[in-house]
C-alpha cells in the first residue's frame, strides 16, 4: 500500500467508532422492537376500570397472550377500539400491524375487562342482580361497590373469535352493552386485542394513552 493510501491513526479511531455507534444504534433499535412485542405500558385517562385501574395509573401490557390467543374470562386487556367502541372503520392490516409496535394513533386504545369468551352466553341478570355466564352466576370482587352489575339487562352468546367486554366500574363504562343492536353486537374480535394486562402502577405521566375518545 502506498504511504498515501493508508489511514492516520486518528482518522482510522473515527472510522471505528462510527461504526460502534452504528452497531450500538441497531442494537437499540432492536431491543425496542422486540420489547414492543413482549410487553408494552399504556396510562388511563378514566374512571371505567375503577377501583381497579385508577385515573392516571400506568398497566402493563404483555402481547404474547394476545399473539397466541390466551385470552380468558377476567382477564383486563388493552385492545384497538376501531369499527366498535370508536366510530370509524376498523383498522386496516398496516394499522394493525403498527399498533402491534407501538405506533400511529394512540386515542383508539381501550382498556375492559373480559366477561365472556367464544362460546359463553353472558346475561344481566340472576334474581340476586348478578351477572351470569353459562347460567352460573358470576363472583366478581373487581367490580366498584355499591353498584348494580349491569343497569341494562342483555342475554348474549358469545361468537368463536370474539369478546364480551365490561369495565369494572359499571355505572361509569361505556363496553360492549353500549353497542348491542349495532353490527357485531357488541363482541369485540380477539384480532383487536393487543395484550392483557399484567400489572400497574403509578402514573407515568404523558404518553400512550386507553380509552380516549370519548370512551371510557
Known sequence: MRPSARLRPGRRARRWLRAGAIVVIFAVLAAAGIRALVI????????????????GSAVYAWRPDA????????????????????????????????????????????????????????????????????????????????????????????????LWLMGDNRADSTDSRALLGRPGGGMIPTSRVLGTVVGHGASVGPGESVQRGGGR
Not at 40 to 55: D, G, K, N
Not at 84 to 89: Q, R, T
Not at 152 to 162: L, N, Q, Y
Request: glycine share 10%; net charge negative; proline share 10%.
Open 40 to 55: 408494552q405500558s399504556f396510562s388511563i385517562p378514566s374512571a371505567s376500570m375503577e377501583p381497579t385501574l385508577a385515573v
Open 67 to 162: 399473539l397466541a390467543a390466551r385470552i380468558d374470562p377476567g382477564d383486563v386487556v388493552v385492545f384497538d377500539g376501531r369499527g366498535s367502541f370508536v366510530d370509524s372503520p376498523p383498522p386496516s392490516a398496516g394499522q394493525q400491524a403498527a399498533a402491534w409496535f407501538g405506533l400511529g394513533r394512540k386515542d383508539v386504545y381501550y382498556v375492559k375487562r373480559v366477561i365472556g369468551v367464544g362460546g359463553d352466553r353472558i346475561a344481566c341478570c340472576d334474581a340476586q342482580h348478578r351477572l351470569t355466564r353459562n347460567g352460573a352466576p358470576l363472583d366478581e370482587p373487581y367490580a366498584a361497590p355499591g353498584e348494580p352489575a349491569s343497569a341494562t339487562r342483555f342475554d348474549v352468546e358469545v361468537p368463536a373469535g370474539r
